[in-house]
């Protein structure tokens, strides 16, 4: 850099004529660092001319001048550069630590772009998986609809084959516990005949099988079904419909009754009518069933029939608002 300064102008060669007083006190002049001291006396100089003092003087102050001003610019220049160098220190220091921390920040930019991308493979390929189940969802939702279908039938096969491998099957309830002895199927024979007086002049009655349903009971609890099977189906269909057209059949004054032997699942649905038999019945109205499970009802000589309960409870009600 260029400093450019202006220095006073000095007196051309000649005489100086001013004239100098000073006290007879010590003084002490200081001229840009330097010191010079006179006693002098009040009494007036004579004038100094300027062959004596003038150049000397001129050349020692310019030079201490210019000495002073290196002095001075060269303290400024040190103080200048420690300035310099603290605050590139400093600047080294906030650098370091602003790269420190961008450097954790761009790691952890990185960690959170990795997790991303796990992330969303992870999601891709969810919902690859969750696609994948939903369209086996839809297969598997209409193989289970026909599945359904084909077990229905089945079960509805089985029902029937089950009911047909117990028509020669009838129910007797109400016999008392050990009435039939050793020989149930001899005991049946002749009392079925005597008490329905059937006539087996041409064709005995033949009961293939028989014994009681569930575990032994307590003499106070009732006793248990009697299930008996016979040789031929029309025998058993001669039995069934005398017992049907002898209202009361009793056994040592005790009432009996006889039931088709039907599968459990046929009995279920036969059973879901007792409520609605027993209305049927307060009303006067004659009603049966037909296999597997439809209750028939007799009304103004028109036969009625209803699949399920509903359905007869809803003719209940119309009959009893006509009857208003």
Known sequence: ETFIFSLPTMPGPGKITKEKTKSTTQTKISVFGGEASASETCAAKKPATMSEHGPADSGNMKERLQHAIREEFAGIENKLANAQTALWDKLEGAVAKFSSKADEVVAAMNEMQKKLSDCVGRVEQTEKRISNVEDEHVVMGTTISRLEKENKALMDKVVDLETRSRRNNL??????????????????????????????????????????????????????????????????????????????????????????????????????????????WKMGLRSGIVPPAKLIVTYKEQIHRFSMPEEVQSFIKQIQESQK
């Open 171 to 280: 129910r007797l309830v109400g016999v008392p516990e050990g009435e039939e002895g050793a020989d149930t199927c001899g005991f049946l024979e002749n009392w079925i005949t005597d008490v329905l007086e059937l006539n087996t002049s041409r064709s005995p009655l033949v009961i293939e099988r028989a014994h009681r349903i569930g575990p032994t009971r307590k003499p106070e609890e009732p006793p248990r079904t009697l299930i008996m099977c016979f040789l031929n189906y029309k025998q058993k269909d001669m039995v069934l419909r005398a017992a049907r057209s002898k209202k009361d059949i009793l056994y040592k004054n005790k009432r009996v009754r006889f039931y088709e032997d039907v599968a459990t699942e046929v009995h279920k649905q036969q059973k879901k009518f007792g409520g609605v038999r027993q209305q049927l």
